[in-house]
Nanobody, 126 residues
């Protein structure tokens, strides 16, 4: 069993930055594919960024490419999402997700993940 706990959300002005953290406990996440998703009011949960099992590369949604950076620290069992140049349309609840996966495997859909954090609110004012 894996427990995921997000932190780092908050209120920021457009153009500002935030760093989200996702701390994993229970199992080492180096054998897990990890992803960040977000859900705005009235919308579905959408993929934001992710790291495959083994952390060999990174993946981003087109809407955040060049502004967001995902990284992982195996020693701390923590995944980060650095969000720069934030826009009002980035406002959402951000969720960390994980699933055990073979090395190099990655998944874009929320349904593929079986471990989820509680979510952290990010609000970007214009």
């Amino acid at each position: 069993q894996v427990q995921l706990v997000e932190s780092g959300g908050g209120l920021v002005q457009a153009g500002g930055f935030l760093r989200l953290s996702c701390a994993a406990s229970g199992r080492t996440f180096s054998s897990y594919a990890m992803g960040w998703f977000r859900q705005a009011p009235g919308k579905g949960r959408e993929f934001v960024a992710g790291i495959p099992s083994g952390g060999s590369s990174t993946y981003y949604a087109d809407s955040v490419k060049g502004r967001f950076t995902i990284s992982g620290d195996n020693a701390k069992n923590t995944v980060y999402l650095q969000m720069n140049s934030l826009k009002p349309e980035d406002t959402a609840v951000y969720y960390c997700a994980g699933r055990q996966a073979s090395r190099g495997s990655f998944y874009y859909t929320a349904a593929s993940y079986n471990y989820w954090g509680q979510g952290t609110q990010v609000t970007v004012s214009s």
